[in-house]
């Protein structure tokens, strides 16, 4: 079946390093997606990554993928209070529905 | 390119009444999908549409639902009797269909059912 999980919250400081980790149990996705929500906004599409790869990066942002364990993390670096927001991590099967889990609070201290 | 849009942005209905809202996709974003979000969840998948071929409908999707896409530009969903439970976020997202891994949503419609 499918399933995305996330923890719920996690709180920084300012400067800090944040890592959001996430599973999922479909084998058989394709690509694995990050989105961030700010309130009362849609989703903000961060970043996605192939299965077939293990880790991508695009300025603050690293993605790591252990396709073993199906396990899939976000790393912000220097956190920044304007990256507060709900962040969701999402699976897919050669682009179709996107399945998400239930999302990230991020807190960022100042 | 000015993303996709939708309308209206908050609906307040009593229940049993009928609401329809509307999607704009990206220009020329063939890939058209519906998801609904409640308070605390990630968003579910509803359905999608390619031009205006609807491939797809999730069990959420029960017969008081309906969705159209009669030219393959805009879609319309139609929520028919509504209940409480209907009382969400519905988001809207295109993509193309040979980048359709990159799905860009629009800023959502509240319905709020009293």
């Known amino acids: 079946g499918e399933d995305v999980e996330q923890s719920l919250f996690l709180s920084v400081r300012e400067g800090d390093s944040s890592v959001i980790n996430c599973t999922y149990t479909?084998?058989?996705?394709?690509?694995l997606y990050w989105y961030k929500q700010e309130p009362g906004a849609g989703l903000q599409l961060l970043t996605y990554?192939?299965?077939?790869?293990d880790m991508k990066q695009d300025q603050r942002l690293t993605v790591l993928l252990n396709k073993k364990d199906k396990h899939l993390s976000l790393r912000i670096a220097d956190t920044q209070t304007g990256d507060s927001a709900i962040y969701f991590c999402?699976?897919?099967?050669?682009?179709?529905?996107?399945?998400f889990g239930q999302g990230t609070t991020l807190q960022v201290k100042p | 390119d000015t993303g996709v849009s939708q309308d209206p942005r908050h609906k307040i209905t009593k229940r049993g009444q009928n609401v329809t809202f509307r999607c704009d996709p990206i220009?020329?974003?063939?890939?058209l999908y519906w998801y609904r979000q409640t308070l605390g969840q990630g968003p579910e998948f509803l359905t999608y549409?390619?031009?205006?071929?609807?491939?797809?409908k999730s069990r959420l999707l029960s017969d008081r639902f309906s969705a159209e896409r009669p030219k393959g530009s805009f879609s319309t969903l139609e929520i028919q009797r509504t209940e409480q439970g209907d009382s969400a976020m519905y988001l809207c997202?295109?993509?193309?269909?040979?980048?359709?891994?990159?799905?860009?949503f629009g800023p959502g419609t509240r319905l709020t059912v009293t």
């Open positions: 479909d084998s058989s996705s394709t690509y």
């Open positions: 997202a295109s993509s193309l269909s040979t980048y359709s891994y990159e799905q860009y």
């Open positions: 220009s020329e974003h063939n890939r």
């Open positions: 549409f390619q031009n205006e071929a609807q491939l797809e």
């Open positions: 990554i192939f299965s077939n790869m």
């Open positions: 999402a699976e897919s099967v050669n682009g179709g529905k996107l399945i």
